[in-house]
């Protein structure tokens, strides 16, 4: 597998990078490569140039602020797993970027990269949905922030714009009371979400007050699972009311629901409300 | 008091080169001058060509040749099929390097491009066109026999490559005394055996003196060599084979390729080096598969639970072609194996070998037996859920009694020693049975859903008598050979036929070498993959290369032994019989302390000052050792799974093996390959399988969908074994390389089973996907209502 000829940029900062990708028409940026460099050597894209980001400090890191945790896009999946800080404020993104691939994946690959990748089977952006994480984007008209729920638009497509870059990403910090979980059926073969669930709960006196429940790899973007958190909003928080407002879940899944040789769409859509029932039972067993 | 070295587990001299990535595979040779040569692969699985044009790629930047079909024509022969099992009707499809008319397989070659880079070659493939009418194309072999179905070859009827028949005992009989009769539907789907390093082929013509040097991924450089003779016409004594470093083959790296050949060719049309390595998609299309039978199963037996035969007819898919040893693996390594350990008087199997639209099919880890394995352990469970016994009560009525000398099995074959109730024995006890079973009733009634399933095995192998092979249309001998060199500082150089390409033994070789002449086993270096500096010997596969050429090491290390006692009794001028021998050190019995060690005589022996009469000098022999007999390890495997009856998801909670593969070298790299093996075995029962679509399609065509067993989905494994030597090995060693595999895909299937039986179900499609499981559960379930 030999990847096509391109020329190989190294941007030192985003308005570099920016400027490369105007330069070069059909240019890729080059984040992790754990998705790019299959599709270059699959020859599934021939692009013209790839300017690499890597090396962009501004890109990198988690710091949590004023309750807010800000995430530079170019920080692996194996540093957002490892995090302390997280793991208080935001297990679910922890806990999913663990359960990514297998190590060597999770070294090299980005939250950046596979935001803007937006393979349905991927987990960070379902949990970025259940999050409702802002989205930082840079590109020739300036920075906008956009809104995990409005960012993924179908299989592999994004709002982002042709020439802009991915910087960071916002999550508010769990408040009291808050707890998270992320329950995920792998593909055995390529780790991949066959379906991923999120789920924030927040909770007060045993009950919930309120609840986002995402779904993602059976769906070619990730969904909120609405009328489960209906379900759930305001219910004493037992295995009953968590196996009931699950099983709403099918409600939500619409009509492009994903089937592939391992496991087709009916199998899917059988099983999800177990997935979505896991994850709930998870978050609401780590509230304190 | 010295510990014996032999039986000693230590660590493998092998890995720290591997591990460090030190070690040099083909693909890390370059030479000078060399150029890479990428293949075209068929689209289609079954296509006519009408037309190819390959002018623009020859004219693309770096560009150095290319070739279809048509320029190999007269240069290349047919790739040679290497196992003619005789009175099966069989018939051999031509077999060309490049496909020219016709493409018979998604990766059939039709077209290779040489260039300066690899990147050029992939280039310039992109600039061939093909012009392809599809064919119908058909990919299970049972359906690609009936009437009907695409013809693959002209001449070939209804795809029958050939039809075998084995028969042993009345079995007409024992189906007409039988009080119950099991059937049952077995598919043993395809695999594909993926070795870490893919294949590569380096091929350096001298031009000048007509000398080939091939560097290739293969299990037996000798045969390699003898068959690309064959095919490219260079004789043998001009023709190296170096394969000192494989990364693995399972069975895939048996047979020979024609891309190996077609390298051979550019090599010799350009005069300069080339060299070819398959990508991992490659080698999921173009490499060898396994597996791949559709069985009909009979048993029967008494309602007491005796088995008193079993028959069976098989449709064994082959592939597009049949690879080198593909006929046999059905067959003779298959069917005369159907009794397995257990004492059933009759037994008959009617074997279909059929062409198909597939990727040829060749040897895979324990290729044949772990077949023959499944369809008895499966048909043993299924008996006694039938009958409400106990599935370890009856396997122990039906083992063969224990025997160390000989036990003849109505398929013909001898087995050599066994004691495969003390093997279950030990199993059962170990995990304590009865408690876990009823931990398992307890579990069930908690709504926790766990299997025990357990399967015992006896498998063939150490191939075996040169004479069986070619009775049983082998086309070479199956012996293998040592030499054993001692160098005047008394090191040791060992150089062996066969070609270990990941087993270990480089190790354990050293610890029979210095278990038998006592040297230091740090002294004692393996030289193997090398045809130039190797004797001849036909490879590592079928768990042959410590059984058989092991045995031609302990021969040969023996017969240093008989010159050294000689050479020694002349240096203490005592007469030969006087002489005794203890840890390497020869000395006039009685006085162990006026010795002469081995290193003083291989010093003399090389410089020759003072010899006896008659004694050559050097000190050196060598061996040919063609076994008596095969040898039959066994054992008995227990996995205990746990289904989660939500989604279907099944997972392996325990998994304890007992194998019997006699006097162990070194335990720990023993315990090694079980561990691989039982693994493989998993990976059959829950994960793998080739998946093609209608148009014989390879939908599992990368590690994206193609699921290989992942450490994290496994538990740890407890090795257990007991020691039955063979008795006619001259350290009564059997093997081990494929033990593992034999036994666990039955071990696993039948946990499963048994994890879906409260729900009624009986039987389920390999690999058990959560999707496959969760959906029995619901067809039992509306069954029943
Ligand atoms: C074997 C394997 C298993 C995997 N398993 C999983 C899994 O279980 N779950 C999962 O979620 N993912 C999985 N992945 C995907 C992995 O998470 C990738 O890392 C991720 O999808 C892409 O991130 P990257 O940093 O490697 O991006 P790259 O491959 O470098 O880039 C991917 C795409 O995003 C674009 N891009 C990258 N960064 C930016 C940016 N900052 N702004 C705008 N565009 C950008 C690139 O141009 C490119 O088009 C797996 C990958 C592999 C190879």
């Known amino acids: ?288 | 008091m010295s510990t014996r070295v032999f039986g000693s587990g230590i660590r493998r001299r092998e890995d720290p080169r591997l591990i460090t990535g030190a070690a040099t595979y083909t693909d890390d040779y370059t030479l000078p001058g060399m150029v890479h040569m990428v293949l075209l692969r068929s689209p289609h699985a079954h296509a006519r060509i009408k037309r190819i044009d390959i002018s623009r790629a020859k004219a693309a930047p770096g560009v150095v040749a290319a070739f279809t079909g048509s320029d190999i024509e007269g240069a290349l022969n047919p790739m040679p099929c290497a196992w003619l099992v005789p009175n099966s009707n069989l018939k051999v499809a031509p077999y060309p390097c490049i496909a020219k008319d016709v493409v018979r397989y998604v990766g059939d070659i039709v077209a290779a491009v040489v260039a300066e880079t690899p990147y050029q070659a992939a280039d310039a493939l992109d600039l061939i066109t093909v012009d392809y009418q599809p064919l119908p194309a058909v990919i299970d072999p049972e359906k690609a026999k009936q009437p009907g179905a695409p013809q693959i070859h002209s001449g070939v009827e209804n795809n029958v490559a050939f039809h075998w028949t084995v028969t042993g005992g009345d079995v007409d009989g024992a189906f007409k005394k039988a009080d119950v009769i099991i059937k049952e539907r077995i598919v043993q789907q395809r695999l594909i055996p993926n070795a870490m390093e893919p294949r590569s082929t380096l091929a350096h013509w001298s031009g000048a003196s007509g000398e080939l040097t091939l560097w290739n991924t293969t299990q037996n450089p000798h045969i390699a060599r003898f068959l690309c003779s064959v095919v490219t016409g260079v004789p043998e004594d001009k023709l190296r084979v170096i394969a000192t470093e494989v990364g693995g083959g399972f069975g895939s790296k048996i047979p020979a390729y024609p891309a190996d050949f077609i390298t051979v060719f550019c090599a010799k049309k350009l005069n300069r080096p080339v060299k070819w390595t398959e990508s991992r998609r490659e080698n999921f299309q173009g490499t060898t598969h396994g597996r791949d039978h559709v069985q009909d199963v009979e048993l029967a037996a008494t309602k007491d639970g005796k088995v008193l035969g079993v028959k069976a007819t098989s449709y064994s898919g082959m592939g597009a072609y049949l690879s080198t040893a593909a006929p046999g693996i059905p067959t003779i390594l298959h069917g005369l194996m159907l009794s397995g350990p257990y004492d059933i008087a009759a037994i008959k199997e009617d074997v279909y070998g059929i062409y198909s639209n597939g990727t040829p099919v060749e040897a895979y880890r324990g290729a044949g037996r772990p077949e023959a394995t499944f369809i008895l352990e499966r048909m043993i469970d299924k008996l006694a859920a039938k009958l409400r016994m106990d599935p370890v009560d009856v396997r122990m009525k039906n083992f063969i009694p224990k025997f160390e000398n000989g036990h003849t099995v109505p398929t013909g074959l001898s087995y050599d020693s066994g004691d495969y109730a003390g093997a279950l024995k030990k199993l059962v006890e170990h995990v304590g049975y009865k408690d876990l079973r009823r931990q398992q009733a307890e579990d069930r009634k908690k709504g926790r859903y766990l299997g025990v399933g357990v399967s015992t095995y006896v498998e063939i192998c150490g191939l075996g008598p040169s004479q069986v092979a070619g009775a049983v249309g082998f086309q070479g001998g199956l012996w293998e050979s040592a030499i054993v060199r001692f160098h005047p500082t008394g090191k040791v150089n060992v150089f062996i036929g066969a070609n270990p390409h990941g087993q270990g033994e480089e190790t354990t070789f050293a610890q029979i070498v210095a278990d038998e002449v006592g040297v230091d086993v740090n002294d004692v270096k393996i030289v193997h993959g090398d045809t130039q500096t190797t004797p001849m010997g036909w490879g590592t596969y079928g768990s042959r290369t410590t059984a058989v050429g092991g045995a031609a090491l302990v021969m040969a290390t023996r017969k240093i032994k008989e010159k050294a006692k000689v050479i020694a009794a002349h240096l203490l001028e005592a007469a030969v019989e006087d002489m005794d021998y203890k840890d390497g050190k020869f000395f006039v019995k009685g006085s162990p302390d006026k010795a002469k060690t081995i290193q003083d005589i291989a010093l003399m022996a090389n410089v020759a000052w003072n010899m006896p009469a008659g004694v050559e000098a050097g000190l050196e022999a060598s061996s040919f050792y063609d076994p008596p007999n095969f040898t039959y390890p066994f054992g008995a495997h227990l996995a205990v799974v746990e289904l989660d009856p939500e989604t279907g998801q099944i997972d392996v909670r325990r998994y304890v093996a007992v194998d019997d593969c006699g006097p162990q070298i070194n335990p720990v790299i023993v315990e090694g390959q079980v561990h691989g093996g039982v693994v493989q075995g998993i990976g059959q029962a829950l994960w793998e399988g080739a998946v093609y679509d209608e148009n014989g399609q390879l939908l599992t065509g990368s590690m994206l969908d193609y699921a290989l067993p992942r450490a994290d989905r496994l538990p740890d494994m407890e090795v257990l074994s007991t020691v039955t030597p063979s008795p006619h090995h001259p350290i009564g060693v059997k093997g081990i390389g494929e033990a593992g595999t034999i036994a666990s895909t039955a071990a696993v299937y039948n946990a499963v089973i048994d994890a879906l039986s409260p729900f009624g179900v009986e039987t389920i499609r390999m690999p058990v996907t959560p999707e496959r499981a969760f959906n029995a559960i619901q067809e039992a379930k509306a069954g029943r209502r």
């Not at chain 1, 802009?164 to 009371?177: D, F, Q, R, S």
């Not at chain 1, 609840?211 to 059976?218: E, I, K, N, P």
């Open chain 1, 1 to 288: 597998m030999y990847a096509p000829e391109f020329d190989y940029y190294r941007a030192g900062s985003v308005s570099e990078a920016a400027g490369l990708l105007r330069k070069h028409p059909g240019a890729k940026l080059l984040a992790g490569g754990q998705s790019l460099i299959p599709l270059l050597k699959l020859r599934l894209a021939a692009p013209a140039a790839v300017i690499d980001i890597g090396r962009i400090r501004d890109l990198k890191g988690i710091t949590v602020k004023d309750g807010t945790i800000r995430i530079g896009a170019m920080t692996t999946h194996a540093e957002l797993a490892a995090s302390a800080e997280l793991a208080e404020t935001c297990p679910v993104l922890a806990q999913a970027a663990a359960g990514i691939g297998d190590p060597a994946v999770r070294n090299r690959g980005t939250i950046g990269g596979n935001v803007a990748h937006a393979d349905p089977a991927s987990d960070l952006p379902t949990v970025l949905v259940a999050l409702e994480a802002r989205l930082m984007a840079e590109g020739p008209d300036g920075k906008r922030t956009l809104d995990a729920g409005g960012f993924f638009q179908g299989l592999m497509t994004t709002a982002l714009k042709e020439h802009e870059i991915l910087t960071a990403i916002e999550i508010p910090a769990h408040p009291k009371g808050q707890s998270s979980a992320y329950a995920k059926f792998a593909h055995p073969a390529s780790r991949y979400a066959v379906i991923g669930v999120a789920a924030v709960i927040t909770a007060s006196g045993g009950k919930c007050s309120s609840a986002r429940v995402a779904v993602g790899g059976m769906v070619p973007r990730p969904v909120r699972a609405s009328s489960v958190e209906r379900a759930l909003t305001g219910q004493e928080l037992s295995a009953e009311s968590i196996a009931k407002a699950a099983a709403q879940v099918t409600e939500n899944l619409g009509n492009e629901v994903l089937g592939d040789i391992f496991a087709s769409e009916q199998y899917r859509r059988s099983v999800a409300s177990v997935w979505v029932k896991r994850a709930l039972t998870q978050a609401v067993g780590r509230a304190k």
